[in-house]
């Protein structure tokens, strides 16, 4: 049986009904990174061709999308992809260096280089082969699962460009909004406008859910966070939402995930975001009574408590549900899981949390 939009029909939609705060058997759960290196046969697949071939051959993609829900009883896939594919398709070349990460041999340096911009862009045309990893995995799945769809968020996009590779205080980058204020917020509105129309093409080709990851949100205080990095956030999901709306579609929730972003989650509260993400330095009682009861909140569990025993893993996981409560929650780590994880201590994480969240 199919749905009338030609994808399987779904036999497990918890993830999809947590988003929307409609009640659900037991709690769902996915882990950031959950397609990746702690996975022996990820490695296996990565060691064959460069990173970046794997997020631009939908079969590849597709593949080690469903690598973990194979292994595990995931309640989410998330599309194996990068967030940097958005500065890649705005005409900017990003290598993955070994023990290095993403790196940008030329980077943006002064407002001058925002020529160098292919903008506007046809995004829908240069990331089709996201949007084609998402149509094949979303039938792959066969409804066990939702599947997950994602970008970065402006500042955190911006963020790389001008630093040209990870960066501890990310001084370059937050040096432009203090130097150069308008060009940073062209840059920004050039990266939003981009991101809107990917993860509108990302619903388009089967994503049930759309995350956007503001890695980043740690390097910026209040003021800064307000000024240049929240108005792009509402841009994001107001325009997102609207033009699936517009398209047919029912509504796609959407999460926002910001990383040391504690003082922000008052702010995105107030925006239509379904979901906010939570890391875990965060407490989960101060995260509900900031952000109301009308939002579903994800995370949050220490990626490093994986490296305990499962006896510890099972009652650190009793414990943040009992903080988290079984409604309107989404579990998670409080980041991406880390590449020598013990895959067995993954399963007995998400075991333990349906056994706990049980009604």
Aim: neutral net charge.
């Amino acid at each position: 049986m199919a749905e009338k939009n030609g994808f399987p029909a779904m036999k497990n939609d918890r993830l999809l009904r947590a988003a929307r705060g409609e009640e659900v058997d037991v709690v769902p759960v996915w882990v950031m990174r959950q397609a990746g290196r702690y996975l022996p046969e990820f490695r296996e697949e990565r060691a064959k061709c460069d990173f970046f071939t794997m997020c631009q051959t939908p079969e590849l993609s597709c593949k080690v999308t469903l690598q973990p829900l194979k292994r595990f009883p995931l309640d989410a896939a998330i599309i194996f992809s990068d967030i940097l594919v958005i500065p890649q398709a705005l005409g900017m070349e990003v290598k993955m260096q070994p023990g290095e990460g993403p790196v940008f041999p030329a980077p943006l340096r002064g407002p001058e280089d925002l020529t160098r911009l292919s903008s506007p862009v046809d995004v829908c045309s240069k990331l089709q082969y996201v949007f084609d990893a998402l149509t094949l995995t979303r039938k792959e799945l066969q409804g066990r699962a939702p599947l997950i769809g994602f970008s970065g968020a402006p500042w955190t996009i911006m963020a790389y460009m001008i630093e040209g590779k990870g960066s501890k205080t990310m001084s370059n980058a937050k040096s432009w909004f203090y130097k150069y204020p308008d060009a940073s917020h062209q840059l920004l509105k050039i990266i939003s406008d981009a991101t809107v129309s990917y993860l509108v093409g990302q619903a388009k080709a089967g994503a049930q859910l759309l995350q956007v990851f503001e890695s980043h949100a740690e390097h910026l205080g209040p003021y800064l966070f307000r000024e240049f990095a929240l108005p792009y956030l509402k841009q994001i999901c107001d325009e997102v939402k609207e033009r699936v709306s517009q398209l047919g579609f029912e509504d796609i929730p959407m999460t926002v995930f910001p990383k040391g972003g504690h003082f922000a989650l008052k702010d995105l509260a107030a925006l239509k975001y379904d979901v906010i993400g939570i890391d875990w330095t965060v407490d989960p009682i101060l995260a509900r009574e900031l952000v109301g009861p009308n939002k579903t909140l994800q995370g949050n569990l220490d990626p490093c408590a994986l490296y305990a025993d499962k006896k510890f893993i099972n009652s650190s996981v009793k414990e943040m549900l009992d903080k988290f409560g079984r409604n309107r929650y989404i579990a998670n780590l409080g980041h991406g899981i880390y590449p020598d994880m013990d895959p067995e201590h993954l399963a007995a994480f998400v075991e333990a949390v349906h056994e706990h969240s049980k009604k």
